[in-house]
């Protein structure tokens, strides 16, 4: 999505599966010469060919994504986010991921811990929270949120500058 191009590609599809309204692939992509993930909602053609492949007998599905916070993959970091009291019931309910830690505030909040593969998912999963969750570490991901938080701020100030707030109300 974000290279805003479409390209062409030849992939030894390994797995199929269905997660938070879509379905994805994982297989070896001969293009970059590795295991890839797709949405299959993106893929505009498909042309299926004679040519046969085998799983790797190592390919572990679990253990590849075990680390991510929903589909997507990244650099290994270890999350921290405060949730206050008000919604600390709600984080405490779910396991939100297999290496998670909760830690019980004396203020009624809590502290989310977990190492995950890159903050993307993390990031839009924190900001649903708004005020009620602060990012603790990584630093960079603190400092993305508060980028996302500027600019969505912006967007209300000119609209409101621009006297559609009163259309709006």
């Known amino acids: 999505m974000s290279r805003r191009r479409m390209s062409k590609r030849k992939v030894a599809p390994y797995q199929v599966w269905f997660y938070d309204g879509a379905f994805y692939l994982i297989g070896h992509c001969s293009l970059a010469d590795e295991i890839r993930i797709f949405a299959l909602h993106r893929i505009k053609m498909l042309h299926i060919t004679d040519e046969h492949f085998d799983i790797p007998s190592d390919f572990d599905f679990d253990a590849i994504m075990q680390r991510s916070f929903g589909v997507f993959q990244g650099a290994p970091v270890k999350v921290k986010v405060r949730f206050d009291k008000q919604i600390a019931g709600y ?77 709006i109300s």
């Open 91 to 167: 984080i405490r309910e779910k396991v939100w991921h297999g290496s998670q830690r909760i830690s019980e505030q004396k203020d009624g909040s809590v502290i989310f811990e977990a190492e995950v593969s890159g903050t993307d998912e993390v990031k839009f999963w924190v900001m649903s929270w708004g005020s009620r969750a602060l990012v603790l570490e990584p630093a960079s991901l603190r400092q993305e949120i508060r980028s996302e938080c500027a600019l969505t701020l912006d967007q209300y100030d000119r609209l409101a500058g621009a006297g559609r707030d009163r259309m």
